[in-house]
């Protein structure tokens, strides 16, 4: 039966490709969350002509959320023939900007041997495709399985997944009542099991000063300069430490073993004028001046420490410098999260994987969070992994691409385990 199974999927090659260029041609861009109901109606036809139940869910009033931008989820539902437990897909539908530097039209999903090449084609439109491959196979080879399967296409993950998993484990959608088993195909290659991530503490700093004329600086005071001297003091002081700091996840890559923070952006002084302004700056010291700084922080780390060491930083700076004053706003934070290597969805995958691939998987962790944290905070449901085809360095690169095999590969290691999980 297996062996039936895996030929399913080989046959699914050039529609494994065509879906996978379809979602690509979608320029779900976030932010401001572009194109999210036309991506939910693609998967609605899709899966509705699969055999799913269809919902839609718009996560109203969620950070983003709006009559320009409405932030559409779509989960899709395929019950077996008895009751069972529910294995979940869970598979974000935005992409980043493209950036500079792209050799190839970013939406237009360009084949070239056995790389398919866009914005979001291994994160995470490619794993998205893989799933829906192996669900369909599945369902095809066993009618009779027991349970059910979900598949979901979810908002916002690039920005924090409060307009997607957050709000849906908000309102019972991962409840472990109706939801057993959780995968989520992230690009963490296809021979790797990510159990979880490393914590994210966001925040906005302000330094002051006082607006005067740019030719008497001495009758103002440049904010600008006082922000130089917080980067300065985490060149210092805050970088060192965090570099000294290592932790016992397995996060890849090496460099992300340790605590990491970066300078998200600089605001400073006047703001800029438009591509057809012609004209020259106002002469004006500035009076405020902002960065928002992207802290990463380790399992063994404590939040509350993280935020408290850049605001003991910050007064240090205030009781030794002239005229220093500053605010500081706290945008978000997400604890580390860890699936432990005895759940189930992590052992049967881990099985699935020595299956396909020959070989045992590699546990990993992710420098950066994905929708695991809210599934786990909100939702309470541990049984959850990412696991998906995809190179993980590739994800927000230009020319980002997913290989067609690791897609297929891929889709008989979840199609497997579905059948661990749903066959009686």
């Not at 909100?378 to 990412?386: F, S, V, Y």
Request: net charge negative; aromatic share 8%; charged share 25%.
């Amino acid at each position: 039966m297996t062996d039936r199974l895996f030929q399913r999927i080989d046959e699914a090659r050039d529609d494994v490709i065509a879906l996978t260029r379809d979602l690509i041609a979608i320029p779900t861009l976030n932010p401001p969350g572009r194109n999210y109901a036309a991506i939910c109606d693609y998967l609605d036809t899709r899966l509705s002509g699969s055999g799913f139940q269809t919902t839609w869910v718009r996560a109203e009033g969620a950070p983003g959320d709006s009559e320009r931008f409405p932030r559409w989820n779509l989960i899709a539902r395929h019950d077996g023939k008895a009751s069972g437990d529910c294995v979940h897909f869970n598979s974000h539908t935005d992409v980043v900007e493209v950036g500079h530097g792209w050799t190839r039209d970013p939406f237009g999903g360009a084949l070239e041997g056995d790389r398919i090449y866009g914005r979001g084609a291994c994160d995470m439109k490619g794993g998205l495709a893989a799933s829906i491959i192996a669900a369909e196979a599945f369902i095809a080879q066993h009618p009779d399985y027991t349970g059910a399967i979900e598949i979901s296409g979810t908002a916002d993950e690039e920005s924090g997944g409060y307009g997607g998993v957050a709000y849906l484990a908000e309102h019972g959608w991962f409840d472990p009542a109706r939801v057993q088993h959780v995968i989520i195909p992230e690009p963490l290659n296809k021979d790797r099991i990510c159990l979880g991530h490393r914590g994210g503490w966001w925040a906005e700093i302000e330094t002051k000063g006082e607006i005067a004329h740019g030719s008497m600086p001495f009758l103002g005071d440049c904010a600008v300069r006082h922000m130089g001297a917080v980067l300065q003091a985490f060149e210092d002081t805050l970088f060192p430490a965090m570099a000294s700091r290592r932790t016992d996840m397995p996060v890849v890559p090496e460099g992300a073993r340790q605590s990491t923070m970066n300078i998200n952006s600089v605001h400073g002084g006047q703001a800029e004028q438009s591509e057809d302004y012609t004209g020259l700056p106002a002469h004006c010291v500035p009076d405020s001046c902002r960065i928002v700084i992207d802290r990463r922080f380790l399992m063994e780390e404590p939040v509350e420490a993280v935020r408290q060491e850049v605001i003991d930083l910050l007064d240090d700076l205030k009781a030794r410098r002239p005229n220093f004053d500053y605010d500081i706003r706290e945008l978000n934070r997400v604890i580390p999260s860890m699936t432990d290597k005895s759940a189930p969805v992590v052992t049967t995958v881990h099985a699935a994987i020595r299956d396909v691939l020959g070989q045992d998987p590699t546990y990993v962790a992710s420098p950066g969070s994905y929708d695991q944290k809210h599934i786990d905070r909100i939702g309470k449901l541990r049984n959850c992994i990412a696991y998906g085809p995809g190179v993980l360095e590739l994800a927000h690169k230009p020319d980002e691409w997913i290989g067609v095999t690791d897609m297929l590969d891929s889709a008989k290691v979840m199609t497997r385990s579905l059948q661990s999980l749903l066959l009686p």
